[in-house]
């Protein structure tokens, strides 16, 4: 629960998010999240790059949280996936993003198109229902950044695979944890 003193804080720096996460103060940090504006020199150390798939990034976790910079370069995109009912927002760094929506179908695994959302710097996308599914892709010429926060790591994933377009699992690795390659 939030006083009235905590609601009144308003997060300016990469720092001051991590620690309210660490001192579970989660509330604080989601209803903060589309006021946030970050310096993209404040990603730096844990910006890392791959020209064959965007890049996961931890920058802080524990058992209730992990907050990861996926890194992206021009045209990247994810699978169709889910978030195992794990809360998730989304904090477009840099870059413009395109997030397609889908709703499963729990009873026969088919997936329903519902809407395409554009998401710009400094905008927040969320998912908190187990019955979505997303894939998000830079739509940008350049490379890109997004913030992701799960309350609760997110261990693996159920997702669509483009060929056969059947139903798999995924075990979810990062390609970075602190600044540190994996």
């Not at 990469?14 to 404040?42: P, S, W």
């Not at 790059?49 to 931890?58: G, V």
């Not at 992990?66 to 370069?73: A, D, H, M, N, R």
Request: with cysteine; charged share 25%; hydrophobic share 30%.
């Amino acid at each position: 629960m939030i006083n009235q003193s905590q609601s009144s804080v308003q997060f300016s720096a990469l720092g001051d998010l991590v620690n309210a996460l660490i001192n579970e103060n989660y509330d604080l940090a989601v209803d903060q999240a589309h006021k946030f504006v970050f310096a993209e020199d404040e990603f730096e150390q844990y910006a890392f790059w791959n020209e064959n798939h965007y890049t996961r990034n931890c920058i802080a976790h524990n058992e209730s949280f992990e907050l990861i910079l996926l890194c992206w370069q021009a045209g990247q995109k994810t699978a169709n996936h889910c978030h195992n009912g794990q809360e998730c927002w989304v904090k477009v760094i840099s870059g413009e993003f395109e997030e397609e929506m889908y709703v499963s179908n729990e009873d026969t695994d088919k997936l329903t198109y519902t809407e395409t959302k554009h998401v710009s710097q400094h905008e927040v996308t969320s998912v908190d229902d187990h019955t979505v599914f997303h894939t998000l892709r830079n739509t940008s010429s350049s490379r890109a950044m997004s913030l992701h926060l799960y309350m609760k790591p997110i261990e693996q994933c159920r997702y669509i695979d483009e060929e056969s377009k059947e139903l798999r699992t995924a075990v979810m690795n990062y390609y970075s944890v602190n600044g540190e390659k994996c």
